[in-house]
């Protein structure tokens, strides 16, 4: 096996050769400790103790990324392309900021979005399953995006007024909600149900609109739920039923369906289907 | 182009000539500028070192707007309609507390909201597809308004009672619990998920008595949920199917519908599939 | 009108006729007053400056109210079946805490349960459409009562596992580990994600399994509300589509259906469907 | 009756006979007992004073429970079959532990796990529906078991990134971000709407992001109720429709179907509404 531009893309970009599969498992395992030590050095009492060796591991990984990054762009056929995808951005950002931090102190921190390069491992696995599902997700929360706008747009401008509203009720007794911005900081705390406690109203009114706030909170965080399952259903339906029966072009079959369900025609299988039936093993 | 009514109802009322987005746009601009010096205001810092400014702001602010509201008034056909309109109180709301400030102290923060009158954006941006989903939303919330009534009364009832079992149970021992309100206030902080901690129970009967609760409010926290899914499901399968009969236009077929359901007229089967779709282009 | 049993049954259990309207909106009002008292007692401040006021009212209610429960015993045709109701029991807890709190002090407080009797205002104020959503409801959390079941039974079982994980892990750094039921405490707060923080982990580890815990918690608090939607679906769906055709026997037609959507026959329509179609005005 | 294998595997591995009912009752509340005793003896008060007999109680509690999985282990066909399954290991897992803490202080109480033994409870009370409600939601999590591990992955890349976002915003004026595992462990209390409170931002900066984090976790818990709510339909719209067919005993007939969807064959239509409402006991 030559080193030439072919052998090294298909060693780096895919997984279907013992090495190449070799090459992405080696490569999630140093992402894996390359964001531990980053994670670890942030720690004080093991900075004290390792704080050299973890920046001399560091600066190992970003150069084995580095070498890993201009192969990358050598050896593909479109290098500008891969240079613009998600991939390739995500691949730049996990090595640049080292390189700052000679500059920037702290930006070394910024190193954790190479956690990013691991979602890579479904496609390293060969789980064309998962990423079937993944794709599922995703079309489901964009054919959502704009339900999922227009109700944080409307979450947002409640927030902004029960927040001064607060402010207005509890202001001048409690310092949690000294300003607007604190009271609205806490009226999202309260209206996504995370509810801290580091800001609590103490005034008997000011408990009262909380309730309402709560109440009102608790039957808001239904709309995206309800919204996300709708549109999973949605996917969900439209991914199985895309074959009609070619008799009568009834739809609605199952996904395991071999004969249409209303005239009774011999329904042909089609990839799509028996990717997804093979989930339920007869 | 004259300063006469129509012209002028053209550009603050629509958003179809460029005119009319331009101001739309700044309208908005302005409107955010004005939430945020309020906001800022209100933070004890700021408001020491830039109080006249944010002050001379805010009365700039309201003049911009009243002459607006009156523009509003007086080009409109029908003024007493939009005066009484959602918008149209929304609209005087927005400039009256800095008037009533001059009286009452404080009042200026009920300026937020104007902030209700940023969702005209969705209208500005020409963003139909938004408000049709706002309207399935509050379609939706509309025809479970009755279930979530239902709903919120049994669970204010047993707020009220668990309040008080624990105020038995704890109030002896716990500051927290010192009155039923006080523990109806944190029953509902229990029940909602939102939990703050500024009230939690000390003594073992307590903590069991919450374990129940909480339990429940785990269950019940499923209900409006349901009730959402199962309404927007409603509201989403009565707008996909818009084949409308040719005889009665009646709308809402099912999908397999041969005859018209209202009318038993013959339905001829459209690219309905292909409508559904449309949602993700090509 | 007469002073008759049947007079009075019919002011006191019936809302058709204006008496017995005007008696049940009364009735309610007395109700929400005594509850407020109550309420309103258990605050000091309030209970040293208006105690007594609140004692005489606390025993004007209950007397009024059990002259009410007499009046019921007597002229209701079947007593002992009234008795033995849920709203004859509610009713007769009711006035029974204000008799006991002569011997046994503080039990007056379990007068709240009048609440309860709140909930007949649906009965009332004829909203007949609120019974069939309640019903709905209830039928939906019935048919769910055996999958909640296993469902709770599962949570408990993993809250007693991991509370005592905790224990092992936290309970010699921590005093709010210190025993094994405060830990099943904690996890009952965390996996439920009302989260208090009153009880919070401080070890790397115990943070770490905390951590696990609280992701868990988050994908389990989908199982209720998956399997009450589910539920509320189902019953909705069986109320809706109870006619047949009695030509194609087809099911599954829309609420608003006069026509068959398959071989286009008249459908008769039956009460039941005009009731619950007549949510959507044509 | 001898005391031979089957009679003792009868008694102690099934239910049908009062004697095995009696056996499993016994069982169900001496595992309760031992598990209680566990739990108390943990808390330090009670351990003092009854310190000596909870060991002894435990002592007796394991001996019993030793004879009785030896018995299991002696009176079954395949020993090692029964020593692999899953309430095997638990049996096994049940009894080790007191032995354990003979040599390893603390051991004990892992004792706990037995609390997992107490869900043969469905089996016992011939609790066949709730066996079948547990089958359900367990096939629904299964079928769910890859999108939850997209979604989990998703949220995990989510909380590293964020957590560490927070630790470079806060982390200099704020001891509670003082590493980046710990900013991640307040990212994860906050995504999931925990919320303990005990690290909480206090920078305006901190405030704002963690405000976008709120927002955003509350849209994400969207996620996994739609998956499971979408998996449970499914696993109950199979279970539903039992219909089998006559020719090739397939099920999962849709219910207006005709033909069966394998091999084509004409259904006979049964009494499959009336079968679907069994749930319901008339």
Same mark, same amino acid.
């Given at each position: 096996?030559?080193?030439?531009?072919?052998?090294?893309?298909?060693? *780096?970009?895919?997984?279907?050769?013992?090495?190449?599969?070799?090459?992405?498992? &080696?490569?999630?395992?140093?992402?894996?400790?390359?964001?531990?030590?980053?994670?670890?050095?942030?720690?004080?009492?093991?900075?004290?103790? &390792?704080?050299?060796?973890?920046?001399?591991?560091?600066?190992?990984?970003?150069? *084995?990324?580095? =070498?890993?990054?201009?192969?990358?762009? &050598?050896? /593909?056929?479109?290098?500008?392309?891969?240079?613009?995808?998600?991939?390739?951005?995500?691949?730049?950002?996990?090595?640049?900021?080292?390189? @700052?931090?000679? &500059?920037? #102190?702290?930006?070394?921190?910024?190193?954790?979005?190479?956690?990013?390069?691991?979602?890579?491992?479904?496609?390293?696995?060969?789980?064309?399953?998962?990423?079937?599902?993944?794709?599922? /997700?995703?079309?489901?929360?964009? #054919?959502?995006?704009?339900?999922?706008?227009?109700?944080?747009?409307?979450?947002? #401008?409640?927030?902004?007024?029960?927040?001064?509203?607060?402010?207005?009720?509890?202001?001048?007794?409690?310092?949690?909600?000294?300003?607007?911005?604190?009271? =609205?900081?806490?009226?999202?705390?309260?209206?996504?149900?995370?509810?801290?406690?580091? *800001?609590?109203?103490?005034?008997?009114?000011?408990?009262?609109?909380?309730?309402? @706030?709560?109440?009102?909170?608790?039957?808001?965080?239904?709309?995206?739920?309800? =919204?996300?399952?709708?549109?999973?259903?949605?996917?969900?339906?439209?991914?199985?039923?895309?074959?009609?029966?070619?008799? %009568?072009?009834?739809?609605?079959?199952?996904?395991?369906?071999?004969? %249409?369900?209303?005239?009774?025609?011999?329904?042909?299988?089609?990839?799509?289907?028996?990717?997804?039936?093979?989930?339920?093993?007869?």
């Amino acid at each position: 096996m030559g080193f030439n531009k072919d052998t090294v893309r298909q060693v *780096i970009f895919e997984a279907d050769t013992p090495a190449g599969k070799a090459f992405d498992v &080696w490569l999630i395992v140093l992402i894996l400790l390359s964001v531990g030590a980053v994670m670890l050095d942030s720690v004080d009492s093991i900075h004290e103790r &390792w704080g050299t060796w973890l920046y001399a591991a560091e600066w190992m990984f970003t150069i *084995i990324f580095t =070498i890993e990054y201009g192969l990358r762009l &050598w050896c /593909i056929q479109n290098t500008w392309l891969y240079a613009r995808s998600f991939y390739g951005i995500v691949d730049l950002l996990g090595i640049l900021p080292t390189y @700052i931090s000679l &500059w920037v #102190a702290g930006s070394q921190y910024f190193l954790v979005v190479r956690v990013l390069r691991v979602l890579r491992v479904f496609r390293i696995l060969r789980m064309v399953r998962y990423v079937g599902e993944a794709e599922l /997700i995703s079309q489901a929360l964009l #054919a959502s995006r704009r339900k999922i706008t227009v109700f944080v747009s409307s979450v947002l #401008a409640l927030v902004v007024i029960f927040g001064s509203l607060m402010y207005l009720v509890e202001g001048q007794h409690n310092p949690g909600f000294g300003s607007i911005p604190d009271s =609205i900081y806490w009226a999202v705390t309260t209206m996504t149900t995370v509810g801290y406690g580091d *800001i609590t109203p103490s005034t008997p009114l000011g408990r009262g609109l909380s309730t309402i @706030i709560m109440i009102m909170g608790y039957g808001i965080i239904a709309v995206p739920t309800g =919204i996300v399952t709708l549109e999973l259903n949605e996917a969900n339906r439209r991914r199985a039923n895309t074959r009609t029966c070619s008799a %009568c072009s009834a739809e609605g079959h199952s996904r395991e369906a071999t004969y %249409c369900w209303r005239c009774g025609q011999h329904l042909y299988r089609t990839e799509e289907t028996g990717d997804g039936a093979s989930d339920n093993p007869p």
